[in-house]
């Protein structure tokens, strides 16, 4: 990974890295990966497999990395009202390292995906929620709805699965970022843990809630797969929209904690490392987050 060392406006003070895949082409898709607490950009890249999956498939991965001066345990800032506004913030620096990225390489900006684990996951819908203009995707794993609290102590309740609100008042946090966007807002699946300690279960319905709404899904259309993929601690839940596109997707994974489903090994559907937030369940979340983006061309 190359550091991208004045990528422009970096009002929260964030570091940038870059994964280029070899012969990397022209109209080239890009991912946003962003770590959780006590990562960095090396770990989260070393046990998610982005660069590998990018690799073998053709797309640039961009790591957004946090300072401990503005977060001794390295958490993106996802619960603070100066960085999770448009423009501002945490979520302009990382707007800039994504058209820096754009400007500086050919890179297809029709095809702008993010993913992010915990405090990253968070910080993924910070960035879905407050540029839906810029990207077709989004993959949240262990994460809360946007705005799910402005507040450090509401920030611990949030966590707790404490926050529980309509899906319409969800929507208006959403909505309020951009008041005059009348563009499709992007898809999104969620990976949760079903014995997440730390975030708690009850985020991963909240947010899918939040982004139906958004999509005018109603909850009764949704399609449901257990075993998913031949695991059985795996659900997946998909939500359709009117015109019966699965718009919102989530996985739940049984006997997981707060942590990222790996699988490592070398079949198709296998990767990733074991760590102190990545554990193997048989089920490997990038894989499936990159298949959601419609990244794997080599299963066709």
């Not at 302009?92 to 820096?100: A, E, V």
């Not at 996951?121 to 994460?143: D, H, N, R, W």
């Not at 009348?182 to 991963?204: I, Q, S, T």
């Not at 601690?233 to 739940?252: D, H, I, L, S």
């Given at each position: 990974?190359?550091?991208?060392?004045?990528?422009?406006?970096?009002?929260?003070?964030?570091?940038?890295?870059?994964?280029?895949?070899?012969?990397?082409?022209?109209?080239?898709?890009?991912?946003?990966?962003?770590?959780?607490?006590?990562?960095?950009?090396?770990?989260?890249?070393?046990?998610?497999?982005?660069?590998?999956?990018?690799?073998?498939e053709g797309?640039?991965?961009?790591?957004?990395?946090?300072?401990?001066?503005?977060?001794?345990?390295?958490?993106?800032?996802?619960?603070?009202?100066?960085?999770?506004?448009?423009?501002?913030?945490?979520?302009?620096?990382?707007?800039?390292?994504?058209?820096?990225?754009?400007?500086?390489?050919?890179?297809?900006?029709?095809?702008?995906?993010?993913?992010?684990?915990?405090?990253?996951?968070?910080?993924?819908?910070?960035?879905?929620?407050?540029?839906?203009?810029?990207?077709?995707?989004?993959?949240?794993?262990?994460?809360?709805?946007?705005?799910?609290?402005?507040t450090l102590?509401?920030?611990?309740?949030?966590?707790?699965?404490?926050?529980?609100?309509?899906?319409?008042?969800?929507?208006?946090?959403?909505?309020?970022?951009?008041?005059?966007?009348?563009?499709?807002?992007?898809?999104?699946?969620?990976?949760?843990?079903?014995?997440?300690?730390?975030?708690?279960?009850?985020?991963?319905?909240?947010?899918?809630e939040q982004?139906?709404?958004?999509?005018?899904?109603?909850?009764?259309?949704?399609?449901?797969?257990?075993?998913?993929?031949?695991?059985?601690?795996?659900?997946?839940?998909?939500?359709?929209?009117?015109?019966?596109?699965?718009?919102?997707?989530?996985?739940?994974?049984?006997?997981?904690?707060?942590?990222?489903?790996?699988?490592?090994?070398?079949?198709?559907?296998?990767?990733?490392?074991?760590?102190?937030?990545?554990?193997?369940?048989?089920?490997?979340?990038?894989?499936?987050?990159?298949?959601?983006?419609?990244?794997?061309?080599?299963?066709?």
């Open positions: 990974m190359i550091e991208l060392e004045d990528f422009g406006l970096n009002p929260g003070e964030l570091k940038a890295f870059l994964h280029v895949p070899p012969n990397a082409g022209k109209d080239i898709p890009l991912v946003v990966a962003m770590h959780g607490c006590l990562q960095d950009a090396k770990i989260y890249a070393q046990e998610t497999g982005w660069n590998e999956i990018a690799d073998r797309f640039m991965v961009l790591y957004p990395e946090q300072a401990k001066t503005n977060n001794p345990n390295n958490c993106f800032s996802w619960f603070l009202e100066g960085d999770i506004n448009r423009d501002e913030g945490e979520s302009r620096s990382i707007k800039s390292m994504i058209d820096f990225v754009i400007d500086s390489f050919q890179v297809d900006s029709s095809r702008l995906y993010v993913s992010g684990l915990s405090a990253g996951g968070c910080m993924t819908a910070v960035m879905l929620a407050t540029y839906p203009e810029l990207f077709q995707s989004g993959a949240v794993i262990a994460g809360v709805p946007y705005k799910a609290s402005t102590e509401g920030a611990l309740s949030a966590m707790k699965g404490l926050i529980d609100q309509e899906p319409d008042k969800w929507e208006e946090l959403v909505l309020e970022q951009n008041p005059s966007y009348d563009g499709k807002y992007p898809n999104l699946v969620v990976f949760h843990g079903a014995e997440d300690p730390v975030v708690n279960r009850k985020n991963m319905v909240e947010l899918a982004w139906m709404a958004l999509h005018n899904i109603k909850p009764e259309h949704m399609s449901l797969s257990n075993p998913f993929d031949g695991n059985p601690n795996v659900t997946q839940r998909v939500y359709q929209n009117p015109a019966g596109k699965g718009r919102v997707v989530t996985f739940e994974v049984e006997k997981l904690g707060h942590a990222l489903s790996v699988n490592p090994g070398k079949g198709p559907k296998q990767g990733g490392r074991t760590g102190q937030f990545a554990v193997d369940a048989d089920f490997f979340v990038t894989y499936w987050a990159a298949d959601f983006f419609d990244l794997i061309k080599s299963k066709n």
